[in-house]
């Protein structure tokens, strides 16, 4: 096995310190509190923003929400009246909502307001659009990590944003985990079908594995603890190894033994390269398909 090679990073190296000028915003409006909208919610206030400062909108919001906010002094869909265009809007609803919510959004998102987008595929341009009333606009791609602050997030600014604004954002994420900002926007939809869907094919994974270990005979039961302590061990290994995720593949695989029997099947024409490839290369077209 190749040793000390120190091509991968821990998690906690690609973790962007933000810059240290940047602050938490005075005031946060967060639409949309759900999965993700919660998640990060819950990074801001671990984070140490004042939950005074933040209000929610959601229709709905969850028993959780609903306790929080009520535990935090957090405002939660006060009259509309109430709400002043706060210093960040950040947009977590899902994206086929933008063009029915944007018309009651565009008052809050004034000259000044940095609006930070999470929705997949909606491009800078269409936010851009629909919110006239500030320049500055950020789009990010979270993904479900972020609700253990182990995430990572692409995320793209539109020109009129101000580098204090793109501080604030960084500082806002990094509640999520990592942060990796782009300078070219097309590339976030292929983001979205790397990082952000990516946690749902590694879940998957887990289900495969289990399903796969019942057809060999286990009990479901112990064949789904097996999978899930598998992936979840060999994913905190990747964390803590300085080795490649190709150098601990082959610290498992012995020569003629078990491993490479099953990575010949995995690594065939119908492997898992090509079908992963079609399978981002699915998640990037549907982000495009969700833009307009
Ligand atoms: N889930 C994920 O892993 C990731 C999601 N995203 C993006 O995050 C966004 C949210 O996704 P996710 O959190 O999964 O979805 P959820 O459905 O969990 O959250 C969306 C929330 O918005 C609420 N909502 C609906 N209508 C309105 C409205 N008019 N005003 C305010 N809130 C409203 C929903 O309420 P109700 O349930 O009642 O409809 C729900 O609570 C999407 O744009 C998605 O692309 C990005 C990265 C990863
Ligand atoms: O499935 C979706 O569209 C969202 C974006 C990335 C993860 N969930």
Redesign the pocket.
């Known amino acids: 096995m190749t040793t000390g090679v120190q091509t991968v990073q821990r998690f906690s190296d690609i973790l962007e310190s933000p810059p240290p000028d940047a602050a938490l915003p005075l005031s946060l409006v967060l639409?949309?509190?759900?999965?993700?909208?919660?998640?990060l919610l819950d990074g801001w206030l671990k984070s140490g923003l004042d939950p005074v400062r933040v209000t929610i909108?959601?229709?709905?919001?969850?028993a959780d929400?609903v306790r929080i906010a009520a535990e935090r002094g957090i405002g939660l869909n006060p009259a509309s009246g109430d709400i002043g265009a706060p210093e960040v809007l950040v947009?977590?609803?899902?994206?086929q909502?933008l063009d029915?919510?944007a018309p009651?959004l565009a008052r809050l998102a004034a000259p000044g307001t940095l609006v930070l987008s999470?929705?997949?595929?909606?491009t800078l341009d269409n936010l851009s659009q629909r919110l006239p009333g500030t320049r500055a606009i950020v789009r990010a791609?979270?993904?479900?990590p972020?609700s253990i602050g182990r995430g990572i997030t692409g995320v793209v600014a539109a020109s009129g944003t101000s580098e204090a604004q793109r501080a604030t954002a960084t500082v806002l994420l990094s509640g999520a985990g990592a942060v990796e900002w782009l300078d070219d926007e097309s590339l976030i939809d292929a983001l979205?079908g790397v990082s952000?869907?990516g946690?749902?094919y590694v879940f998957y994974l887990v289900e495969a594995l289990a399903e796969a270990g019942v057809a060999a005979g286990l009990p479901a039961a112990l064949s789904q603890r097996l999978a899930r302590a598998t992936v979840t061990g060999a994913g905190a290994l990747l964390d803590q190894s300085p080795l490649s995720a190709a150098e601990l593949r082959e610290a498992v695989t012995s020569k003629g033994g078990t491993t490479a029997a099953a990575l010949a099947v995995l690594s065939g024409e119908n492997g898992i390269g090509p079908i992963v490839t079609q399978a981002v290369a699915a998640a990037r077209r549907r982000a495009g398909e969700?833009s307009g």
């Open positions: 639409v949309g509190a759900g999965k993700m909208g919660g998640a909108i959601d229709p709905h919001p969850s929400i947009l977590a609803v899902k994206p909502f029915e919510i009651d999470i929705l997949a595929g909606k791609m979270p993904n479900l972020a979205t952000g869907s946690p749902a969700l």
